[in-house]
């Protein structure tokens, strides 16, 4: 007996690869996609742009994909497979998985090289902000006033501090 396939996106016979058929079930047919659909379906699933977040202490993440098409604020959950998408219905888990991966891994040891050490010093002759972190070649220490509102002057003549820096010395000075 010969079993032929027949694809029911393009409508071609095919014959099937070595890791299998693709199929779906509709009602009681069984629709089959042939290698060739399969691999223009991944390609509308590239990842073209990302950023990772967080948001309520859940881990997100925001794509873009080649046709234009954009994901926000997706949680996710990672585990020893791959990442997985919350909220999501029908989409490649592994090879969106296989793209992401790489890129989390990339944004968290940014992330962690500008995790900085910072200390507020109240010193006789002035006070200053000490900071150090593995992306800076050497500490800084960034001459400071604390204003009458309760906000915080940086000395103008101060050496340039990088936004990853600054963001964090806010946070520490607000949450004083």
């Known amino acids: 007996m010969i079993l032929e396939f027949k694809c029911n996106t393009c409508g071609k016979k095919f014959i099937p690869d070595s890791q299998g058929v693709e199929y779906s079930k509709k009602g009681e047919s069984i629709l089959l996609k042939c290698p060739n659909c399969c691999q223009k379906d991944l390609k509308k699933w590239n990842v073209k742009d990302v950023q990772f977040g967080a ?23 990672e585990s020893a ?11 490649p888990q592994k090879h969106l998985s296989d793209q ?16 900085a050490q910072i200390e507020f010093v109240e010193a006789f002759e002035g006070n200053y902000i000490t ?7 050497e500490g800084l220490r960034i001459p400071y006033r604390a204003r009458n509102d309760g906000s915080l002057w940086i000395h103008p003549d101060s050496a340039p501090i990088p936004p990853q820096i600054q963001q964090q010395i806010d946070e520490k000075w607000n949450s004083k």
């Not at 497979?81 to 989409?91: F, K």
């Open 55 to 77: 948001k309520n202490f859940q881990a997100t993440v925001s794509f873009e994909l080649q046709d234009g098409t954009r994901f926000e604020n997706r949680g996710y959950t």
């Open 81 to 91: 497979v791959g990442i997985t998408l919350d909220r999501e219905v029908n989409y």
């Open 100 to 115: 992401l991966r790489p890129l989390l891994d990339k944004y968290r040891e940014e992330r962690d090289k500008w995790n």
């Open 131 to 137: 900071v150090v972190a593995s992306a800076l070649k």
